[in-house]
């Protein structure tokens, strides 16, 4: 059964889908088997695998409200080596359509479901706000990956998303926990940026993940030549580090693992 993880942040310019479409080709380079699903209708992540987001006639959206199946959906990214359910503009009438359906909220769950034991990791990029698209995520996900840059602004939308988390775990589904803070864009030299990073070491311990992302300029140009950093440029000091989070999440996983077979 595969680690069903969303990427999110409710707030915007974070990283967020720089780090799921890079951690899903890490993740392929480590021969895992991964689907990323495109949850927001920037349709970002999709450009940023390399698919083109308007010649795609089937999308998430169809997915979400029924009209089309996984495999009529999913594609192949050219360059990560990963499988994509991509997303349009279509996206945008979801939150309207859902409604009208029943258990708008569990959608994606119901797909995720059927298809979960063909991959090792499946990544959902959601929207940067809490709708019902994100909540769709939410309820099927085992955890969220935070990335966030260290900035004072940022540690208002960490609170807001954890107190999200906290909700949807009382609520919809109980197996949802914080699997780790990424540490993105950041600046060494900037002493600000140093002393969020301690704070949020301070204040969530272990749940900050060892790696660290450095603002890098090779991982902002790939997108627009429809490629993950870690093909675009694999040398870069940006790719090396999401390659290195890649090789962090599966040990982790791993050791998560080892530790509930002994405590059963």
Do not use: H, W
């Not at 998430?60 to 499988?83: C, N, R, T």
């Not at 309207?96 to 995720?112: T, Y």
């Not at 749940?207 to 991982?219: H, Q, S, W, Y």
């Amino acid at each position: 059964m595969a680690y069903i993880f969303c990427v999110a942040n409710q707030k915007g310019g974070v990283g967020k889908t720089t780090t799921a479409v890079n951690t899903a080709a890490a993740l392929a380079r480590r021969r895992q088997k991964v689907l990323l699903i495109d949850l927001d209708a920037q349709g970002n992540a999709t450009m940023g695998s390399g698919v083109e987001k308007n010649d795609c006639e089937l999308t998430v959206y169809q997915l979400l409200i029924g009209e089309a199946s996984f495999d009529e959906v999913v594609k192949k990214s050219p360059s990560g080596g990963y499988d994509l359910i991509p997303a349009n503009r279509d996206l945008s009438a979801a939150e309207i359509d859902l409604m009208q359906l029943k258990n708008p909220d569990k959608r994606l769950k119901v797909v995720i479901d059927q298809i979960a034991d063909r991959y090792d990791f499946i990544l959902i990029d959601c929207p940067p706000s809490l709708s019902m698209i994100t909540v769709n995520a939410l309820c099927c996900a085992r955890g969220v990956i935070i990335p966030m840059r260290c900035e004072y602004f940022a540690l208002e939308g960490l609170s807001d998303l954890v107190n999200t988390v906290r909700r949807i775990r009382q609520n919809k589904n109980a197996d949802l926990q914080i699997i780790g803070l990424l540490r993105v864009m950041f600046d060494a030299r900037m002493t600000l940026q140093k002393e969020v990073s301690e704070q949020l070491k301070e204040n969530f311990g272990d749940r900050v993940f060892d790696t660290v992302i450095p603002r890098n300029v090779r991982l902002a140009e790939a997108p627009s030549y429809g490629e993950p950093g870690i093909v675009y440029d694999k040398t870069s000091r940006g790719a090396k580090a999401y390659l290195a989070f890649g090789r962090e999440l599966i040990k982790r996983m791993k050791s998560a693992e080892t530790a509930q077979t002994e405590e059963e």
